[in-house]
């Protein structure tokens, strides 16, 4: 079943690269294609014409200091391929200085607060004016891991120049075992920076050490895995990714964080495939916690947001997805196992609400829930906790509490329909409302232990970033890769490519 999957999947991957490579391949796509290059031509035209500029970035047939800037961060991007030779002809000048400008026209327009002027008005402005620099460097975020990333791009890209080793996925060594396979096992992880330079002798590049098992356990746990030291399926798996492969993951995670607002002095962070949350203040993380998200079904969504309410002991409405294919056949099974879990039927507004039990055996739910809403009270078996924290969306995503604490021992931790579960939530109501006024604390308690509902408006709203990051730097500066849960890595590789 498991083989039968993997290949309906892949042969689904594959379809799908193969409609893009004919939908490119079609008149309507070259047409549009082309349309696209004229129109970024003209751009550069009338950018030429009205800065009185033969070329922009080019003085004495050498790239400018502006130049260089773009040429290095739109191939960090990977916009642009690595210049081989800087000697170029008359042609190949302006045909680069083309494709500069027209991937800097792109840069523009994703910034918010400079695509409203236009972006060539911005960019013609910032010549006249010799403020190129300024301009680029206003349009890169701020963000640490932004300056990391490029980094570990320009590392990767020095790996690359060299073969990558080629291991045996079959090949199990025992502690203390001489074999001729096991250098390259240490060649990668020294290339890497698991094991250091310094422990990697003539005459222990064949040995399998305990400096080997710990270097095995660094790279493990930098790329999401089960650390044991061993060389498992999923460990060889990652060992045999090529320098290649990392750089265009690298590039991707790169770009994702130009589409995030200006870095605020506060903000929270969920980084969906690391399962984790983190609050930063001034490029410090201050709080840091495992968090749950949606499955591969019901995928948590990347957002621009805030946090403007806590809900202390909050009622669950489940969505009519959950109420259909879980809770329903439940019921079926046992007429009171709802009861049990506080689920009542509920209709009229939150001043002056209906009840009614659901007690009775073939009730027919389907039915009620035409006019009733199925709500389940606070309480310890509440899905939803003692915290939800309110994040204003039409997707009717949120982040709280949950009782099933247990499942932040997974390593794998893609298990909700959506929402984002908190490992310790009442750490994050305690530092929201450390910001409020003083007897704000007091209050919380208090609602907690009386166990009814209470809604906490926030004067000093948080923003939040619910982001995806494969590849993330944590605060002591050691690279990670996390698994690619929803595809989106290679998808956005497909999208880019149309």
């Known amino acids: 079943m498991l083989y039968e999957t993997f290949f309906i999947k892949k042969s689904k991957r594959i379809f799908i690269r193969l409609f893009f490579m004919l939908l490119l391949s079609s008149p309507m796509a070259l047409s549009a294609q082309q349309a696209s290059l004229n129109q970024s031509d003209i751009a550069y035209r009338t950018i030429l014409q009205q800065s009185e500029k033969q070329l922009l970035w080019f003085a004495s047939d050498q790239l400018t200091s502006s130049g260089l800037s773009l040429e290095s961060l739109f191939v960090d991007l990977g916009w642009l391929y690595p210049s081989k030779d800087n000697k170029r002809s008359r042609a190949e000048q302006q045909q680069h200085d083309l494709a500069l400008t027209t991937e800097l026209l792109r840069l523009i327009q994703q910034n918010s607060s400079l695509a409203n ?44 120049a060299y073969p990558w080793p080629t291991l045996d996925v079959n090949f199990q060594p025992k502690l203390g075992q001489s074999h001729y396979k096991i250098k390259a096992i240490r060649d990668i992880l020294t290339r890497l920076g698991d094991l250091p330079q310094k422990m990697q002798t003539e005459y222990r590049r064949d040995i399998f050490d305990s400096v080997v098992i710990n270097a095995l356990e660094k790279f493990q746990l930098r790329h999401g895995l089960s650390v044991d030291g ?72 990347q957002m621009i947001t805030k946090i403007n309410q806590i809900t202390l002991n909050p009622t669950w409405t489940p969505t009519f997805n959950i109420i259909k294919n879980e809770l329903i056949p439940e019921y079926q099974k046992n007429h009171l196992s709802l009861k049990r879990k506080k689920f009542q039927l509920v209709k009229g507004s939150r001043q002056d609400p209906q009840y009614r039990e659901i007690d009775k055996v073939n009730m027919d739910l389907p039915k009620l829930l035409q006019s009733y809403r199925l709500v389940q009270a606070p309480g310890v078996n509440n899905a939803l906790g003692n915290y939800r924290f309110n994040i204003p969306n039409n997707q009717f995503i949120y982040l709280h509490d949950t009782p099933v604490k247990s499942l932040f021992n997974r390593d794998f931790r893609a298990l909700s329909h959506g929402c984002v579960r908190l490992q310790d939530a009442g750490l994050l109501a305690k530092y929201l409302l450390s910001f409020e006024s003083d007897k704000s604390e007091q209050k919380m308690q208090a609602a907690l232990s009386a166990g009814n509902t209470k809604y906490l408006s926030l004067n000093n709203t948080l923003p939040v970033y619910i982001a995806y990051h494969t590849a993330w730097f944590n605060q002591q500066g050691v690279l990670h890769f996390s698994a690619d849960i929803y595809a989106l890595d290679s998808n956005q590789s497909i999208l880019s490519a149309i």
């Open 117 to 160: 002027s236009g972006a060539e008005n911005v960019l013609i402005n910032a010549i006249n004016k010799g403020e190129t620099e300024q301009l680029l460097f206003s349009l890169i975020p701020k963000y640490q891991q932004v300056a990391q990333l490029r980094k570990a791009i320009a590392y990767y890209r020095l790996l690359s």
């Open 230 to 301: 061993k060389l498992g399926a999923n460990t060889y798996a990652a060992l045999g990714i090529s320098p290649e492969q990392r750089i265009k993951q690298l590039q991707v995670n790169l770009w994702r964080w130009f589409s995030l607002p200006t870095q605020p002095d506060k903000y929270l962070l969920v980084n969906i495939p690391s399962y984790q949350l983190s609050v930063m203040e001034y490029g410090q993380q201050v709080l840091k916690m495992k968090v749950i998200v949606g499955d591969r079904v019901n995928q948590t969504p």
